[in-house]
């Protein structure tokens, strides 16, 4: 089992910039892909950016030139950076992890972003 847990969201002013922090424990030898999700209320989770083990990244359009995701696999830990924050990033964000020998997948419980006007 692996698990996720997440730091760094909060109350963010539109144009400002924020750092989530997701912090993997437990099986981690397991892990391969690492990435950020997010759900909005009312809309369904959507993808924001996911890195491979070999730092590969893909970016979701909406965040694509103003975010960067990385990964410290010695910490085990892995980052999200988004700059130039929109009233519309405002969401729940989402660690999470694929199991590289399963179909297993790993969830954090979730950090709330709010951006103001």
């Known amino acids: 089992q692996v698990q996720l847990v997440e730091s760094g969201g909060g109350l963010v002013q539109a144009g400002g910039s924020l750092r989530l922090s997701c912090a993997a424990s437990g099986s981690i030898f397991s892990i391969d892909d690492m990435g950020w999700f997010r759900q909005a209320p009312g809309k369904q989770r959507e993808l924001v950016a996911i890195?491979?083990?070999?730092?590969?990244?893909n970016y979701a359009d909406s965040v694509k030139g103003r975010s960067t995701i990385s990964r410290d696999n010695a910490k085990n830990t892995v980052y999200l950076r988004v700059d130039s924050l929109k009233p519309e990033d405002t969401a729940v964000y989402y660690c999470?992890?694929?199991?590289?020998?399963?179909?297993?997948?790993?969830w954090g419980q979730g950090t709330q972003v709010t951006v103001s006007t």
């Open positions: 890195i491979s083990k070999g730092g590969s990244t």
């Open positions: 999470h992890a694929r199991n590289i020998y399963s179909t297993d997948h790993y």
